[in-house]
């Protein structure tokens, strides 16, 4: 089955950049979008259609793609960005996939 | 703002059918699709499927033989039915709203398909 795949995790220092990355062989024909979770919550959308921001979401974050790699951007990171961040795309077939997640530590 | 809220048996025995309804408030259930998904503690998200609000359904193919999900227009609720549950459905299960839709750049045709909002989840725990 289509799989996205995603680092474990990332550590940043604040103020710092992160960036996170999802590949998979579908991404250049699909849209990404990214989705932000802290402990015990709903994920929240942060991008959506690879690059664009929910009104809401702080400017720091960002989207890119290139190829099978989509990257999702913090910049300028702060203590409250630390979360889960899953990437999804969608099949060719018309059902939802979701990336393996990746663990951001803002040190 | 539309909001979503789940609700349910917290506790379902193994082999039984596990029913969970998504309560959507500020806007109506029509005109859009909304899907069912879940989460294992400490694990990934995992898309069970979709419906929309004339009734079509589409699932996830993994799940396909046991999931059942339907509307109810009149309380503007989903519900997700999931048959014969043993411990590996054991679950935190969102509903979310599915935005979907084309983009046509040049003539490039591009499809979008995203969750916004979610609701909080609700944990579905499948034992003896």
């Known amino acids: 089955s289509y799989e996205l795949t995603q680092p474990p995790s990332v550590s940043v220092s604040p103020g710092q950049t992160a960036r996170i990355t999802c590949s998979g062989y579908g991404l250049p024909k699909q849209y990404a979008y990214w989705y932000q979770q802290k402990p015990g919550q709903a994920p929240v959308l942060v991008i959506y259609?690879?690059?664009e921001r929910p009104s809401g979401i702080p400017e720091r974050f960002s989207g890119s793609s290139s190829g099978t790699t989509v990257t999702l951007t913090i910049s300028g990171v702060q203590a409250e960005d630390e979360a889960d961040y899953y990437c999804q795309s969608a099949e060719s077939s018309g059902t939802y996939v979701f990336g393996t997640g990746t663990k951001v530590t803002v040190l | 703002q539309v909001q979503l809220q789940e609700s349910g048996p917290g506790l379902v025995k193994p082999s039984e059918t596990l029913s969970l309804t998504c309560s959507v408030s500020?806007?109506?259930?029509?005109?859009?699709?909304w899907s069912w998904l879940r989460q294992p503690a400490g694990k990934g998200l995992e898309w069970i499927g979709r419906i929309y609000s004339s009734g079509s359904t589409k699932y996830n193919p993994s799940l396909k033989s046991r999931v059942t999900m339907s509307v109810d227009m009149s309380k503007n609720q989903l519900s997700l039915k999931l048959s014969s549950v043993t411990a590996a459905d054991t679950a935190v299960y969102y509903c979310a709203r599915d935005n979907t839709g084309v983009n046509i750049v040049a003539t490039i045709i591009k499809s979008y398909d995203y969750f916004d909002p979610w609701g909080q989840g609700t944990l579905v725990t499948v034992s003896s």
């Open positions: 259609k690879d690059n």
């Open positions: 500020g806007d109506s259930i029509s005109d859009y699709y």
